[in-house]
């Protein structure tokens, strides 16, 4: 039988958080700092698995651009992440990791990691830190299924049903990409039933699906394209793209991945056009082209002059016509326009991150709910997008200062007010 278990909270100066990423993580940092009480909930076997991910390729937790150009990459956000960031910036990040001990670097691109690259000795202090004070606690495997507007939440845990009323309560409940990791998306049917907009999620920083040849399928296993520049709706990037059995991935495709996904959406089909050689000018690649000896194949001329291997051959051979490779001047426009047709978006679970999520016409400037006071919102589950590049993990950490700013600025805990 289901045994029912109340762990109401009478003071405002004990705070509910759920979500144990880094966006709810860093909440519970900076409250404890200010001396408060704090329940953190997760439904996973432990917090922070995204942020873990995350550091598997070198953990780029935030970008050095100026404050203009780094909140321009929230697109239609920009000037509200203008004001998060102006709040806590990227300098600010760095110096809080050098607070926990982990110092940080500006890689040659301008991107900010730690100097060990890696997520775990940072989230190993981070969560040290927590642990270490008495007033932190932490509940595992608690799966958030209910909340009312008199912010009692209701959670699953084995065979019983928690309940908390909680006079404050931030939501830190991460996107739907990645469910491994715990962020499934799921909180959305709870919010809806509690009447909060939200808006659908859709993957961002995701891969295309391209119907290939059979032949390019068994040839192609992850190559990478290096130092070319993707164009789509009039937008670039510039990088390194991967070509896969099932399409195209990488850096300038995750780049520009929000507006391929909603041509997508509108048409159903998406035409991308790459620049193998952005460093020659079409002049001087057609020229270079036309010096082919006759003895030389047109393969060995393409790796010789232009540095193109095999599998760049085969992608030519794959998108062009036999007639296009008898002209130099046709051939040299295809290396620097070579389009792709595009199908669809990879499932939204690979997803570097999603859009979607609740939305800032529900909140007020503390990322608080205006119907039902006391209650926020941070991170990824917020409405907004960002590309790859320190963008995402800044956003979350920007998000949760301004609501942990907002608690304290509401007056409700006397010693506390800033
Ligand atoms: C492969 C990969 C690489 C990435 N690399 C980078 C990078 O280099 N730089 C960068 O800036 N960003 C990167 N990101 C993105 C970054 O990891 C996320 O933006 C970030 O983790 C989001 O933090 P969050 O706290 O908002 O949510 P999450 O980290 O998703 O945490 C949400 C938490 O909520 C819990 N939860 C969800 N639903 C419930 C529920 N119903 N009840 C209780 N608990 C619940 C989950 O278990 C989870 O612990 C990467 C992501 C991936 C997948």
Redesign the pocket.
């Known amino acids: 039988m289901e045994i029912i278990e109340d762990r109401s909270v009478d003071s405002c100066q004990e705070i509910t958080i759920?979500?144990?990423?880094?966006?709810?993580?860093f909440c519970a940092y900076l409250l404890l700092k200010a001396g408060h009480k704090v329940k953190l909930?997760?439904?996973?076997s432990a917090?922070?698995?995204?942020?873990l991910?995350?550091?598997?390729?070198?953990?780029?937790?935030?970008h050095s651009e100026d404050l203009n150009s780094f909140s321009s990459r929230y697109g239609k956000d920009a000037k509200l992440f203008k004001k998060l960031l102006g709040a806590f910036s990227p300098v600010d990040l760095r110096d809080w990791c050098t607070e926990l001990g982990i110092e940080t670097f500006v890689g040659t691109s301008g991107r900010i990691f730690p100097k060990g690259l890696k997520s775990v000795e940072l989230l190993s202090a981070w969560i040290d830190k927590l642990k270490s004070n008495e007033n932190f606690k932490l509940y595992l495997r608690?799966?958030?299924?209910g909340i009312t507007n008199e912010k009692k939440l209701t959670?699953e845990n084995c065979d019983k049903k928690i309940i908390v009323n909680s006079k404050v309560v931030i939501f830190?409940?991460?996107?739907a990409?990645?469910k491994i990791?715990?962020?499934?998306?799921?909180?959305s049917k709870?919010l809806s039933d509690l009447g909060v907009k939200l808006s659908s999620f859709r993957p961002m920083n995701c891969g295309f699906e391209r119907v290939w040849s059979e032949f390019f399928k068994r040839e192609v296993d992850r190559c990478s394209l290096k130092n070319i520049e993707l164009r789509f709706l009039g937008k670039t990037a510039k990088g390194e793209m991967m070509l896969t059995p099932y399409g195209v991935e990488g850096g300038v495709i995750y780049a520009l991945s929000n507006f391929i996904r909603d041509e997508l959406i509108e048409s159903g089909v998406a035409k991308i056009t790459i620049d193998l050689k952005p460093g020659l000018s079409l002049e001087a690649l057609t020229q270079k082209l036309a010096k082919r000896s006759k003895k030389s194949t047109l393969s060995n001329h393409l790796r010789k002059v232009l540095g193109f291997d095999k599998m760049i051959f085969i992608l030519l051979k794959e998108l062009l016509s036999p007639e296009d490779f008898e002209d130099v001047d046709i051939l040299a426009k295809k290396i620097k326009n070579l389009e792709i047709e595009l199908s669809a978006t990879r499932p939204i679970d690979e997803?570097?991150?999603t859009s979607g999520g609740v939305c800032f016409s529900e909140l007020n400037e503390f990322l608080e709910l205006k119907a039902i006071p006391g209650v926020y919102f941070?991170?990824?589950?917020l409405d907004y997008e960002a590309p790859?590049?320190?963008?995402?993990?800044?956003?979350?950490f920007s998000s949760a200062w301004m609501v942990v700013k907002g608690i304290r600025s509401k007056g409700i805990f006397p010693d506390s007010r800033e």
């Open positions: 759920v979500g144990g990423g880094p966006a709810g993580l909930y997760d439904h996973s917090v922070g698995k995204k942020f991910v995350a550091g598997n390729g070198g953990l780029n937790i935030s608690h799966k958030l299924i959670f830190a409940l991460g996107g990409s990645w990791t715990g962020s499934d998306g799921l909180w709870v997803a570097i991150s941070a991170g990824e589950m790859t590049g320190g963008y995402l993990l800044q956003g979350c």
